[in-house]
């Protein structure tokens, strides 16, 4: 892979489109999603919102360690027919699927967290049959499944290579992947033109989708972050450069949270203020509303969940769970109006995971 270290923020506080049946991508391009990264004294919080124009359908899953996947197949269909990637969870995992083809978001047990987002100059340039394949909706949950860092698991991801998965009469699934981990260190990976590009630094804090990365941080230079007050100047709407640029400018201004609570109520309000609402006059651009918000304290392994249709926010604890091979699969639907709160104990077992 093709490495770029640059340090673009410095602060006391060092500080996912997401993967859907890709047979439901609209013609035009899908600008959707927000990771935000909050790595300071009290811990590592990273905050995700998800945009669609419809249900995504979300499952929270637990997974054990030990589970056998099959990089090859989407939906229980075979998709990188030479030399797939074929591999065993060494970790257990607590993360966001989407209509039950991959994981777009979420963490595993040593404090590895992993977000797709919708990228649309993505290539991942022609197959390269010397190295495993692995279909682009399980690069996330393969990174979780086998990291325990973000070093590692670029070092890991050196090794194999995403397939763009075409569907629908052509329609690709076009994603770039944000890493972090519980010692509060960031990437972000494109492929671009055929060709990997990392982005590794802890200060690489938020990612949103068009355009390339390399572009969203000389947004930063618009910003002026020395003299913050109510009359700076922000952009305001709802495209992935305004809400990269909003972002980027509250989570280095607002004070360090020094709790906990403090740090996912945080993250939470600015998770909140780069969403889009429901009915806003977007959606023939490409531009959606807001389905659902989460939350992943990389410490403690909590993974707090708002669905924007509810009034409620759920969280569960990944450490009371059995992680054990060959402990059963876990799945809570969220979309549930009459949840709330902490919901570790109302997680149901499934026979099988469904990738």
């Not at 972090?180 to 960031?186: F, I, M, R, V």
């Not at 006059?281 to 939350?295: A, F, I, L, M």
Request: aromatic letters at 10%.
């Amino acid at each position: 892979m093709k490495k770029t270290f640059c340090k673009v923020l410095s602060s006391s506080i060092a500080i996912a489109t997401a993967i859907v049946p890709f047979s439901l991508f609209p013609a035009f391009n899908a600008e959707a999603c927000t990771r935000l990264l909050w790595n300071n004294k009290v811990g590592v919080v990273v905050g995700r919102t998800t945009d669609w124009p419809a249900t995504t359908e979300p499952v929270i899953n637990v997974f054990p360690r030990g589970i056998s996947r099959n990089g090859g197949q989407l939906d229980h269909k075979t998709v990188v027919a030479k030399n797939p990637l074929k591999w065993t969870s060494k970790y257990g995992s607590m993360v966001t699927t989407m209509f039950g083809v991959g994981t777009v978001d979420g963490f595993n047990e040593r404090g590895l967290g992993a977000h797709l987002l919708y990228l649309t100059s993505t290539d991942f340039g022609t197959r390269d049959t010397s190295k495993p394949g692995l279909q682009a909706a399980l690069w996330a949950q393969y990174a979780l499944d086998s990291a325990a860092t973000v070093s590692e698991a670029l070092m890991l991801l050196d090794k194999i290579q995403p397939v763009m998965v075409e569907v629908n009469g052509g329609t690709k699934a076009t994603v770039h992947l944000a890493l972090e981990d519980a010692a509060g260190d960031s990437a972000i990976v494109e492929y671009i033109n055929g060709k990997a590009v990392v982005y590794h630094n802890p200060d690489y804090r938020v990612v949103t989708n068009d355009p390339s990365y390399d572009k969203q941080l000389a947004l930063l230079k618009k910003l002026d972050f020395s003299n913050a007050s109510r009359e700076t100047p922000l952009p305001g709407n709802v495209s992935p450069t305004d809400r990269f640029q909003r972002a980027s400018y509250y989570l280095r201004t607002i004070p360090e949270p020094k709790t906990d609570h403090e740090a996912v109520s945080t993250m939470l309000s600015v998770a909140r203020n780069v969403s889009v609402p429901f009915g806003a006059p977007y959606k023939d651009s490409g531009q959606y509303n807001t389905e659902y918000r989460t939350v992943s304290n990389l410490a403690k392994k909590r993974y707090y969940f708002e669905m924007t249709t509810s009034l409620n926010v759920v969280w569960a604890d990944l450490n009371k769970f059995n992680l054990a091979k060959g402990a059963p699969v876990m799945f809570l639907k969220p979309d549930n109006f009459n949840l709330s709160g902490d919901v570790t104990a109302k997680f149901q077992k499934v026979k099988q995971a469904s990738f």
